[in-house]
């Protein structure tokens, strides 16, 4: 157990539709980094927060947006979901350093249709 | 040319042998680098960081890093049924922004 939690766990949505996934950061880690992951890859840098502001994005559209709570929670939002968008999602906190290990949660399992 | 490469396998070896799995990068300021195993299904749990050259061994499991070849790699020895699994190198260039490869996928029968 890394002590990061992924909500929910599963989630069916339709092309256009818009989503929202939940993560709560292991105590005291201030930095929380969004990836995706289809099938047969690894997973891809989306963005990052530190202290509630983004701190590096990847090559993902504006439709993926982010937020970053005080209590070690975020979210990651997703507008107008394609069908592409189908992957596990994975949150993973660290401290700030870059030689800090990062620790990921379960992930959330996204299907678009 | 993709950033993290790695050979897909699939990489099958008897039990008891050891597994040998490569990764090279192409950003020279990395400085941090991470081999995650990745279950099906389930998330990548780090086995080990290294940020050094050279060799860092924990339990059966070596990493080796190379960074004037930018080359690291993993070795497992004893290898068991259990370690069948997804390996995933990453490497940080900065903080807890890892560009990971696409893995290679291990076998190990019995």
């Known amino acids: 157990e890394t002590g990061v939690t992924q909500s929910p766990t599963h989630l069916i949505k339709t092309r256009g539709q818009q989503v929202t996934l939940r993560c709560s950061s292991q105590?005291?880690?201030?930095?929380v980094s969004w990836y995706q992951q289809a099938l047969g890859q690894g997973p891809q840098f989306i963005f990052q927060?530190?202290?509630?502001?983004?701190?590096g994005r990847g090559n993902f559209p504006p439709r993926f947006s982010g937020l970053q709570f005080p209590n070690y929670s975020s979210e990651l939002n997703v507008n107008a979901l394609e069908l592409d968008d189908s992957a596990l999602y994975l949150c993973?906190?660290?401290?700030?350093?870059?030689?800090?290990?990062?620790?990921f949660g379960p992930g959330t399992r996204l299907t678009v249709l | 040319q993709k950033e993290v490469e790695q050979n897909s396998g699939p990489l099958s070896v008897p039990e008891g042998a050891i597994a040998s799995l490569n990764c090279t990068y192409s950003?020279?300021?990395?400085?941090?680098f991470f081999w995650y195993r990745q279950y099906s299904g389930k998330s990548p749990e780090l086995i080990m960081s290294i940020y050094s050259n050279g060799d860092k061994e924990d339990g059966r499991f070596t990493a080796q890093l190379n960074k004037a070849s930018q080359y690291v790699s993993l070795l497992i020895r004893d290898s068991q049924p259990s370690d069948s699994a997804t390996y995933l190198c990453?490497?940080?260039?900065?903080?807890?922004?890892?560009?990971f490869g696409d893995g290679t996928t291990l076998t190990v029968k019995p």
């Open positions: 990453a490497v940080n260039p900065n903080a807890g922004k890892s560009t």
């Open positions: 993973a906190s660290s401290e700030s350093d870059a030689r800090d290990t990062q620790y």
């Open positions: 927060y530190y202290r509630e502001e983004e701190n």
């Open positions: 950003d020279r300021g990395s400085q941090s």
């Open positions: 105590s005291g880690h201030n930095t």
